[in-house]
Antibody
């Protein structure tokens, strides 16, 4: 059974940093692109980062480029999201997702990040 | 970026009746490999999104056959043949053809 378990969310002040983790199990982790998708309270879904299966390629939308860094450890079956210079508009539930070709087939339960003073 | 526009934004449906959600993209979603990477996700209240349909019309593992997807090019549809109480939630279309992958704004399915 595929499982994705996020952790690391919490309350952080504007300008602060947070590192999210996602532990994967139930599949060959090193074979899949992994992504993070966020959902602001009461809002829709926004893709925020992706990393290739080997970790040699990463992508970000303009809204987080230069502030967020995605990485992975294929030995630990984990993917991470380092978030710096956090803003109030980054407040959201962050989901770890597995990507299969052009769709996201498995989603974690999510971890809530709140940016507030 | 590709804009995915869903209609309606809210859909009140009677139990046992059909429901239909449309999704229109701002550009063709036919990939150079010949596939069209349109998927549909369901998000029940308080739950993470769940994949229902991928590549326009393929049901994901465990998805009931009352859910079906169709469409071509820029116009796509999710249909529920007979709505059940457990289908309440928000439905999103997503395109995975062009980078960055983008989502529709969501359609709230509710029971009348």
């Amino acid at each position: 059974e595929v499982q994705l378990l996020e952790s690391g969310g919490g309350l952080v002040q504007p300008g602060g940093s947070l590192r999210l983790s996602c532990e994967a199990s139930g599949f060959t982790f090193s074979s899949y692109v992994m992504s993070w998708v966020r959902q602001a309270p009461g809002k829709g879904l926004e893709w925020v980062s992706a990393i290739s299966n080997s970790g040699d390629r990463t992508d970000y939308p303009d809204s987080v480029k230069g502030r967020f860094t995605i990485s992975r450890d294929n030995f630990k079956n984990a993917v991470y999201l380092q978030m710096n210079s956090l803003r109030a508009e980054d407040t959201a539930v962050y989901y770890c997702t597995r990507r299969d070709s052009g769709w996201k087939d498995y989603w974690g339960q999510g971890t809530l990040v709140t940016v507030s003073s | 970026d590709i804009v995915m526009t869903q209609t309606p934004l809210s859909s009140p449906v009677t139990l046992g009746q059909p429901a239909s959600i449309s999704c229109r993209s701002s550009q063709s979603l036919v990939h150079s490999d010949g596939n069209t990477y349109v998927s549909w996700l369901q998000q029940r209240p308080g739950q993470p999104p769940r994949l229902l349909i991928y590549k326009i019309s393929n049901r994901f593992s465990g998805v009931p056959d009352r859910f079906s997807g169709s469409g071509t090019g820029t116009d796509f549809t999710l249909k529920i043949s007979r709505v059940e109480a457990e289908d309440v939630g928000i439905y999103y279309c997503m395109q995975g053809t062009h980078f960055p992958h983008t989502f529709g704004q969501g359609t709230q399915l509710e029971i009348k």
